[in-house]
């Protein structure tokens, strides 16, 4: 996707965007249902932390539906934060911001002290409960008085396990068809950008970071709501949910 001294970040996030979607097929949904919220409980003009953004979904999405918002991306990912830069360059609506979510001092690079709405997707379930109880303590501090965060990711009810296996299996059965069918896996699109001119470097500073995956916890929507609630916020609820994945939302 880089061609002579040309990338093309749009393609780079168009094929982002499919990987991601064969595993989450409903993907755009939660993004709708998300953004739905965002405009109930803060308006159409939000100033937006998009926590652990990879290449910018989430803003990319918020600023073609509400032109007035702002966002601050923040990452670690260097590869993934290259597209993203690479993608909004020029837009003075968005900021980015290179952190590790597991330092207790992250908090102190962001461009602004409080936020409208802090959203994520995708990306939390990488962080084991404990970590991820003290992040939350952080977001609570930086969302303002009737501001609102919301996390789309793996949720798991271990209580239902025969449900579980078997949305599971259903779930796999659908990604092999794709999978059939051109469809990119998560090892196949970082081997496809670990050979592109460009973005070689950051991937491989990529895989320094955080290995081939980074494994961590998959607690309930209870959990997260009740974690939530400890941590600051008012009301904590899903707002969308599929048999696998939640969209949790937390009212400040």
């Given amino acids: 996707m880089t061609t002579g001294t040309r990338t093309d970040w749009q393609s780079w996030q168009e094929s982002w965007d499919r990987q991601q979607e064969w595993y989450m097929p409903d993907r755009e949904e939660r993004f709708r249902i998300m953004l739905d919220m965002v405009e109930a409980l803060v308006g159409p003009k939000p100033r937006v932390l998009d926590l652990a953004c990879g290449t910018g979904s989430i803003t990319a999405r918020l600023l073609a539906r509400m032109p007035g918002a702002t966002s601050t991306g923040v990452d670690l990912d260097p590869a993934l934060l290259t597209i993203a830069e690479g993608t909004f360059a020029g837009d003075d609506r968005v900021t980015f911001v290179t952190a590790d979510l597991k330092d207790p001092a992250w908090t102190a690079k962001l461009p602004y002290e409080s936020y409208d709405a802090v959203l994520t997707a995708t990306a939390l379930h990488w962080l084991h409960s404990e970590p991820l109880a ?36 259903l779930r796999h059965a659908g990604m092999d068809r794709a999978k059939d069918a051109g469809a ?21 500073r990529r895989f320094e970071i955080y290995g081939d995956h980074a494994d961590g916890d998959m607690p309930s929507p209870q959990w997260h709501a009740r974690v939530l609630r400890e941590k600051g916020f008012t009301e904590a609820r899903p707002v969308w949910c599929s048999p696998s994945d939640t969209l949790l939302l937390a009212l400040k």
């Fill in 184 to 204: 990119l896996d998560w090892a196949e699109w970082w081997q496809v950008a670990a050979e592109d001119p460009v973005l070689a470097e950051p991937t491989a």
């Fill in 134 to 169: 003290a992040l939350y303590g952080q977001v609570a501090g930086l969302v303002r008085d009737g501001g609102v965060f919301m996390n789309a990711d793996h949720m798991i009810d271990e209580t239902t396990p025969r449900i579980n296996q078997a949305e599971r299996a």
